[in-house]
């Protein structure tokens, strides 16, 4: 088990601060400075000795945001304010999707030391490991962010994140919270079934294979492959992030239809893609302890700066899809049993895959089984085990 004092997962509360950041541009711009990392610049210079640490530990930190969006905006707030708030030990040097690599190889570059750091989407980790699928929403699991905080801190998911990233060459910094993602279609698809034969782009691991065992024909896509496939009709329909982003890429332009879970299940697929921030796991020793905490809190920040932001642009492009004719389809509550019923088989063989994704795969079930989360009962589960 990791004994790292930063495995214990901060808790980021991000449905409790949305309204903290609405209208508030400059609030954004110095949220750093105001975050829970106790006057950081501040505290960091007197420790800064070396000539090397004068200069900044330069990362060179690859998103998945497509640059012009919302998303990547708040990314490079952050990173810009990263170096007052360490009293310029760390500069983070930002980078948009696709910048230097392609949009499942940037775990690899970071390893290699192409890149410094990344800020993924954790989705794309189970082509590196099949835990990875447990990393991050998936069908009919943790359905709302404070679920996975729960996870992370008192089951111990974070803990045992951490020691996944390190064997990936990895130090895991924290969790970014952002959004559910959405379906866009260009056929009204209304039921389960509807699904059978739909060609569809989803981002891989569990989350396609569950689309796959309904009927459906997956194929894997990078972010920005998503509306020329949908343009040119080589697709059906798209999994991709949240009604903002979405917008400012485009989508509504692509696709009629926007496909949701019942009232109760908003997103029946990915209801929290999570994204991270990390670096490459020499780049984080070269750091002083202070400054290693220091990252951590400020991670912890920019999580809840992110999600505030993002659902603010949400709500303000929601009447924008109204006002284009885009109609939203919610499927019904027995499609939601339904989902499940096809999902559950696959949470138990991808955490039957080796040891870790068993073992990160415990600490879901312990969360979804609590009594404060509920999301499924001991009948759900009944028949299935780990093996591993």
Known sequence: MPDNKHDKQLLTHPDNTSTTFSNATSTRRNFLKTAAVGSAAAVAAPWIGNVQAQEGIRIRMQSSWQPGTTGYRIFEEWAAGVAEATGGEVRIEPYPAGAVAGAFEVADAVRNGVLDGQNWFTVYWPGKMPAGVFLTAYPMGLSVPHHWDIMFSAYGGFGIAKDLYRKQGQELLGYVHHDMNLIHSKKPLRSFDDFKGIKLRMPGGIVAETFAS????????????????????????????????????????????????????????????????????????????????????????????????????????????????????????????????????????????????????KAHLGAMLDPAVGVITEEDIQGFELNA
């Open 214 to 361: 309904i009927g459906a024909q997956t194929t894997l896509l990078p972010g920005s492959e998503v509306y020329p496939a949908l343009e040119k009709g080589t697709i059906d329909a798209a999994d991709y992030v949240g009604a903002a982003v979405n917008y400012e890429l485009g989508f509504w332009q692509v696709a009629d239809y926007i496909i949701m879970g019942p009232p109760s299940t908003p997103c029946l697929h990915q209801a929290v893609d999570l994204m991270d921030i990390s670096v490459n796991r020499r780049t984080f020793e070269r750091m002083s302890p202070q400054t290693q905490d220091i990252m951590h809190d400020l991670v912890a920040a920019y999580s809840r700066e992110h999600y505030g932001a993002i659902q603010q642009a949400n709500a303000e492009a929601w009447p924008k899809y109204r006002e284009k004719g885009i109609e939203v389809i919610r499927l019904s509550e027995e499609d939601g049993s339904r989902f499940r019923e096809a999902a559950i088989p696959l949470w138990y063989k991808w955490a039957n895959k080796d040891a870790d994704a068993a073992r990160l795969f």
